[in-house]
Nanobody
Framework: VQLVESGGGLVQAGGSLRLSCAAS???????????MGWYRQAPGKQRELVAS????????NYADTVKGRFTISRDLSKNTMYLQMNSLKPEDTAVYYC????????????WGQGTQVTVSS
């Protein structure tokens, strides 16, 4: 596994969590050369893109459902990406994954195990 997600948990609606995505020691994934993204998959639903960041870090995009509540960021010195999630809603409950793709391509890497986020009402 090249990317390892962590930081999930159980939180009440309105609460916050910060997810982390770290490249493994053996990984050659560079956060500054790839389009990095956070995805989520709720039970019975397809995996969806939640947030993404351009290789240069200057461009970020968010799904309409999380815009204004979630923030994607990264620390290149730690080769780690984050997803700050505020004002969480029960519909945010899902397994969250991170992944990378080369600019101009659609090919994603191997999926990790993800991290479970559960928001109670």
């Amino acid at each position: 596994v090249q990317l390892v997600e962590s930081g999930g948990g159980l939180v009440q609606a309105g609460g916050s969590l910060r997810l982390s995505c770290a490249a493994s020691a053996a990984s050659r994934i560079s956060f500054s050369l790839n389009v990095m993204g956070w995805y989520r998959q709720a039970p019975g639903k397809q995996r969806e893109l939640v947030a993404s960041m351009s290789p240069g870090g200057g461009n970020t995009n968010y799904a309409d459902t999380v815009k204004g509540r979630f923030t994607i960021s990264r620390d290149l010195s730690k080769n780690t990406m984050y997803l700050q999630m505020n004002s969480l809603k029960p519909e945010d409950t899902a397994v969250y994954y991170c992944n990378a793709r080369a600019p101009g391509t659609l090919q994603l890497g191997t999926w990790g195990q993800g991290t479970q986020v559960t928001v109670s009402s």
